[in-house]
């Protein structure tokens, strides 16, 4: 009896302001509520992880951390236990809330005096709190661009992403090959999802690598993980293999120069006929050894390898570079036979065999003086297998050609021959509808030709420009990336073979779409039943 008084007094010693402990005690969970599934996705998309604008990667400043799933669990429990032995009295004891009133008064105080400072936290104690590493469960990555000072051994290169994954899902995949730094989201072109890891430490990028299949799986698809490319050192990896022939295949190609190095692709250039292929190796080691293959027999073609670089080297000059004329209509040829040939009048700085349709390949003399006597004593003479016709070499595409545009029509090729047959000899005349090309033989005939723009022929003036090949080349490449556009506000035409809308007086009664249309087709009048035509309509007597 004596300890019932005593524990009466104690709680009404304690609750003496009864209501505003009951208050207190009513808001308490509230202010305990863990977050919900919904709010970690809330935050996943704060932080940076789903991209609803289309950017190819994602801003520093969107840059977040992803709690794990693991703790989230472990804290949910821990808070049901809590909640679990706080609402337990056991029989005999005093209620925990009761026995807290006092200080929950003295919370009451406190909150009052905080309600004049800001309700949020300064974000740079944010970010220190947010970048505290976490002892268990998976890690906290940021989200962002890589720095630019992270070492390139480094980096991981990840595609063949599911179309749907969760961040944290991904940072448990990498996360234990080792300590990740940061992760940098980016969408190709294609619309596809890859990524870049950075990882703190070289070995987690090796360890990634050499990972088998089933430990890259995420969502039961494998990722593809590769080092990061860097195109700048393309040209020092790739060689130039030129006369392959038209047939040749990838297959083929890694097969000769598999003994240079390992090949980390193959590509072709668009000429059909002639093509080139560009062997790009993974290490720059292998190009030396690669460019000792040049002259050497590929499925019975004499093949030439050069250098990524040899096309922007300008060693060719109208002084010292002789043009060989391609007389026999040779697919390929020794570079060797002709350097034995050439060699004896000087020496050869470069030697460039091409094959084309009218020009076997090139020479290039040290001096001017070398160049010359090569072309008095060579030129109009046989060697071998070899007819030499020989001609000093010229900078521009055009190739003695001009171009004839605005003919009349009713101009044949005889009227052509007779005007510009007076500026030199004509080697060949190309008659199209509305224009023409004329070759001349001679440099001298060429520039003569321009004399005759805007001569009326059958009263019409011509113009005449180069017959550039460039020219062509880059109008044709272009046009062809240029995206087709529509002039002033008219829209593009529907694929169906139905008429614009403005011609469209009455609905179709075949088309669904409008058939909610208030405009209706014009009814004839339906015919008699015993099969008479219809009276015409009589207007009315005027009164």
């Keep these: 009896m004596a300890q019932k008084k005593l524990a009466n007094k104690k709680s009404a010693g304690n609750n003496k302001r009864g209501p505003k402990a009951k208050q207190v005690e009513e808001e308490k969970p509230e ?53 679990e032995d ?16 006092e200080e929950s008064d003295e919370d009451d105080d406190q909150e009052a005096d905080s309600d004049e400072e800001p309700d949020e936290a300064p974000i740079g104690k ?38 749907v994954y969760k961040h944290i899902e991904m940072v448990a995949l990498f ?42 799986t995420i969502n039961g698809q494998v990722v593809n993980v590769a080092r990061p490319i860097n195109k700048g050192d393309f040209p020092e990896r790739t060689v130039v293999v030129g006369l392959i022939g038209a047939n040749a295949t990838k297959e083929q190609i890694t097969e000769h120069f598999k003994g240079c ?29 690669a460019l000792k293959l040049h002259d050497s027999e590929f499925q019975s073609r004499f093949i030439t390898v050069r250098e990524d670089s040899y096309k922007n080297k300008e060693l060719k000059s109208p002084e010292c570079t002789l043009t ?59 060697v071998g297998d070899l007819e030499i016709k020989l001609e000093k070499y010229r900078y521009s595409s055009c190739g003695r050609t001009i171009r004839v545009t605005n003919l009349a029509p009713g101009v044949e090729e005889e009227d052509l021959n007779e005007l510009f047959k007076k500026a030199g000899e004509i080697e060949s005349i190309l008659k199209m509808p509305y224009k023409a090309v004329i070759k001349f033989a001679t440099d001298d005939g060429f520039c003569k030709s321009f004399l005759f723009n805007e001569r009326l022929i059958k009263g019409q003036p011509i113009f005449l420009e180069p017959n550039s ?39 179709n009664s075949n088309n669904n779409n409008n ?28 009164v």
């Design 324 to 382: 060989i004329a391609n007389t026999g209509n040779y697919e390929h040829y020794k570079s060797e036979t002709i350097e034995k040939i050439f060699k004896k009048h000087g020496e050869i700085l470069d030697l460039d065999v091409v094959c084309t349709k009218t020009i076997l390949g090139f020479v290039t003399y040290k001096t001017a003086e070398q160049s010359e006597k090569a072309l008095k004593q060579l030129d109009g003479k046989t």
């Design 126 to 163: 944010k970010s220190k709190q947010a970048e505290t590493p976490q002892k268990g469960g998976i890690p906290k990555v940021i989200v962002g661009r890589i720095p630019p000072e992270t070492p390139k051994d480094q980096l991981l290169f990840v595609s063949n992403l599911p179309k």
């Design 261 to 289: 190095g390992d090949i980390e692709a193959i590509n072709f250039s668009n000429n059909r006929f002639l093509p080139t292929a560009y062997v790009r190796f993974v290490s720059v080691s292998s190009v030396p050894k």
């Design 469 to 507: 090949a460039l020219k062509h080349k880059l109008t044709q490449k272009k046009h062809a990336n240029k995206p087709q556009q529509f002039f002033g506000k008219r829209a593009a035409p529907a694929a169906s073979n139905a008429p614009p809308a403005k011609f469209k007086k009455f609905n």
């Design 31 to 83: 202010m305990e509520v863990d977050a919900s599934d919904d709010d970690s996705d809330a935050d996943e998309e704060q932080n940076g992880v789903n991209f609803e604008d289309g950017s190819d990667s994602e801003a520093e400043g969107a840059s977040g951390l992803v709690d794990s799933e693991a703790e989230e669990a472990e804290d949910d429990d821990e808070d049901e236990d809590e909640d």
């Design 175 to 216: 996360a234990k090959f080792g300590p990740i730094a940061v992760i940098n989201r980016i969408k190709s072109k294609a619309g596809g999802n890859n990524l870049v890891i950075a990882f703190e430490s070289a070995e987690g990028v090796d360890a990634a690598l050499a990972a088998k299949e089933k430990a890259l």
């Design 515 to 542: 058939s909610n249309q208030t405009n209706k087709p014009f009814k004839k009048r339906p015919e008699q039943g015993n099969g008479s035509t219809p009276k015409p309509f009589k207007k009315a007597n005027k």
């Design 86 to 101: 706080e609402d337990a009295v056991e029989p005999g004891e005093i209620s925990k809330s009761a026995k807290s009133a």
